[in-house]
């Protein structure tokens, strides 16, 4: 969490951090064999965990943007 941010927010990522976040996500996820993170052998691994929480409220975050991008603007009512 981003200090003056209420909880729950995260400040928005560049593309540039959204990547390095997956890669984490990549290399930190449960072996499905092992049933655990490689690196860190311990499952959902505080690194994989810290990034998907990061790149989720990212993808919230286009979600939404795109969705509002996409409502037809409204007109103020004239009385």
Do not use: K, N
Request: charged letters at 25%; one cysteine or more.
């Amino acid at each position: 969490m981003t200090f003056g941010q209420p909880e729950g927010q995260h400040a928005p990522l560049s593309d540039r951090l959204a990547s390095d976040y997956r890669q984490v996500v990549d290399i930190h996820s449960d072996d499905p064999v092992v049933g655990a993170c490689l690196v860190c052998r311990v499952s959902r691994c505080e690194d994989w965990r810290f990034a998907s929480e990061r790149l989720f409220g990212f993808v919230e975050q286009q979600a939404e943007q795109a969705t509002v991008a996409s409502l037809p603007e409204r007109q103020s009512d004239q009385s």
